[in-house]
């Protein structure tokens, strides 16, 4: 039977075989490596990348589509909200099979719900210590954001929190007709590879001084970060007289470590 795509679920599903080919490419899957995939759907990309891998975990919250995947032997199926998966588990579970000592790291990949892409993004920044690489499908727009410069109006919040612990590049541009239905925006693929010493800053402590530095972006930080400032007593020791986006994730970060 024919799967409905769900528009709660924000179901798209690729199916243009020369982006599948360029998407793989790019992830370059190698025998016995642990990956798991987001939201796999149809298997557009599963079936390539599991006869590449020898085996794969997926991720999958629609119930129908994750008893189909079932039938799947090389398949481990997860069927859940990706936002409570612990990838820290799957990383243990993975040594345990490879009869590794230490956690294998995962590569993880996939077509992410443009609806709750972010709060994925996020999710996965609680366990970057167990992966390896991140290949995501996103609407371009937020790819966009992701690798903003400083001084650019795409530059914000989710520039600084994935640029301090990310090397990301965006890899493919994918168009709405490579999907079915097609989405109303224009897609793309980004990269993501966690740094190797990332500085060593309380996240909680980043993401509060970001929040409120792009909280009124239009004004001087000193109407914003300032205040803050002011009220941890650390006046006078960082340019407030810019705006939130000229200044550099690498200033965000030496901030948080001081504050």
């Known amino acids: 039977m024919k799967h409905i795509p769900r528009k709660r679920f924000a179901q798209h599903f690729l199916t243009d ?6 998407i793989v490419g790019l992830i370059a899957p190698r025998p016995g490596q642990a990956m798991v995939e987001i939201g796999p759907g149809l298997a557009a990309l599963t079936q390539p990348l599991v006869e590449r891998l020898g085996r794969l975990t997926v991720i999958e919250l629609d119930r129908d589509l994750a008893a189909s995947l079932r039938t799947h032997s090389q398949l481990t199926v997860i069927e859940s909200d990706v936002l409570k998966v612990d990838f820290a588990q799957i990383a243990q579970a993975q040594s345990a099979t490879n009869s590794g000592a230490n956690p294998s790291r995962l590569r993880v990949v ?27 499908m ?16 795409d530059y914000g919040r989710l520039s600084v929190m994935l640029q301090w612990r990310y090397e990301m590049e965006n890899v493919l541009f994918v168009p709405p007709e490579s999907f ?80």
Do not use: C
């Open 110 to 136: 996939g077509n992410l719900p443009y609806n709750i892409s972010t709060p994925i993004l996020f999710h996965l920044l609680e366990y970057v210590d167990v992966i390896e690489d991140q290949h995501f």
């Open 17 to 22: 075989a020369g982006i599948i080919e360029d």
């Open 138 to 153: 996103l609407q371009k727009e937020v790819i966009d954001r992701m690798v903003a410069s400083p001084a650019t109006s």
């Open 180 to 259: 079915d239905p097609p989405p109303r925006v224009n897609s793309a693929v980004v990269r993501m590879v966690p740094r190797d010493n990332p500085a060593p800053v309380d996240v909680n402590r980043l993401s509060e001084i970001v929040q409120v530095a792009f909280s009124q972006r239009r004004k001087l930080l000193r109407h914003t970060l300032g205040r803050w400032l002011e009220e941890k007593g650390l006046a006078g020791t960082f340019d407030v007289q810019r705006r939130a986006e000229e200044v550099p994730v690498s200033e965000y970060v030496e901030l948080a470590m001081r504050a």
